[in-house]
């Protein structure tokens, strides 16, 4: 990007990797961007388009911030069962009703993108695979948080297995309702992050996702998505439902 003002020009003359450490300190003190600041001083903010724009950019650039920040080792607080929220909310862009019904015989999940072996999956299949538990906090943008057991395949070994290009730097979902969303690489590797097939300890409801969600207690409950139909790894950024409508895509919990 050109640099269009004064403290554009400036920090366009300093070395990247001073940058980057600028950037990391100004984060975690103020939750801000160099280029949150340069970009604010240089768009006219009475027209619309520019600051949405203006503001579009800052949040892909935070998403870099974040990005550098996020420790793929640090693990997100894990609870007794006794913790686990009764009844367990439901959330979508619809109503409890209007949940997809996914015929469990006729579902295949498919593959797309940077991945070697993309042979559909059947339920049985992916019942197959090794499965692990976790009862951890689900936080919604919304204002509500709620623990919940969710229990599944670990992403990092479905994604080995069907030997997906963990370069790559997204994956990317598409679910039986209209939504979509997708995460960063490092996200999709973490040890916590579950393709889940059941809740609390019975195959996923329908309000819950069924077939399968992706479980991501890193992340914001939006980045959850249910209903998965086709996964898909890529260097081209895939935004998602709520990401597109101005909410932050990297959204670290
Ligand atoms: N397919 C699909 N996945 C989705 C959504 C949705 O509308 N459709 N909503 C997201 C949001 S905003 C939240 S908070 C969680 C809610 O999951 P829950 O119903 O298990 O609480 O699902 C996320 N995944
Ligand atoms: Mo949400």
């Not at 280029?35 to 001083?41: I, Q």
């Not at 996923?204 to 077939?211: A, D, I, V």
């Not at 914001?220 to 990401?243: C, D, M, Q, S």
Request: include cysteine; charge should be neutral.
């Amino acid at each position: 990007m050109k640099p269009r003002n004064a403290l554009g020009r400036a920090l366009a003359a300093i070395p990247k990797r001073e940058i980057e450490s600028i950037e990391r300190r100004l984060f975690l003190r103020r939750g801000l961007s160099l280029g949150a600041l340069a970009m604010l001083t240089g768009c006219n903010i009475t027209d619309q388009e520019s600051v949405e724009q203006a503001l579009m950019t800052m949040s892909r650039w935070n998403d870099r911030v974040q990005g550098w920040l996020f420790d793929p080792t640090r693990l997100a607080p894990e609870y007794p069962e006794s913790a686990i929220t009764v009844p367990f909310p439901f959330n979508a862009y619809y109503g409890e009703d209007e949940a997809p019904e996914v015929d469990a015989e006729d579902y295949r999940l498919e593959l797309g993108g940077l991945i070697r072996e993309r042979k559909p999956w059947s339920l049985p299949e992916l019942y197959a695979l090794p499965q692990v538990s976790q009862v951890t906090r689900h936080i919604c943008v919304e204002g509500w948080s709620a623990i919940g057991k969710w229990s599944g395949t670990p992403f990092r070994s479905f994604l080995e297995r069907v030997g997906a290009d963990t370069t790559a730097k997204f994956v990317g979902f598409k679910c039986d309702d209209d939504y979509y969303s997708s995460i960063d690489m490092a996200t999709a590797l973490h040890p916590q992050t579950i393709l889940a097939f059941r809740y609390a300890d019975q195959i996923l409801p329908r309000k819950y996702g069924f077939p399968m969600k992706l479980r991501v207690p890193t992340k914001l409950g939006f980045k959850n998505p249910k209903h998965i139909r086709a996964i898909f790894v890529t260097n081209e950024y895939p935004g998602g439902y709520w990401e597109d409508q101005g909410y932050n895509w990297f959204s670290g919990s």
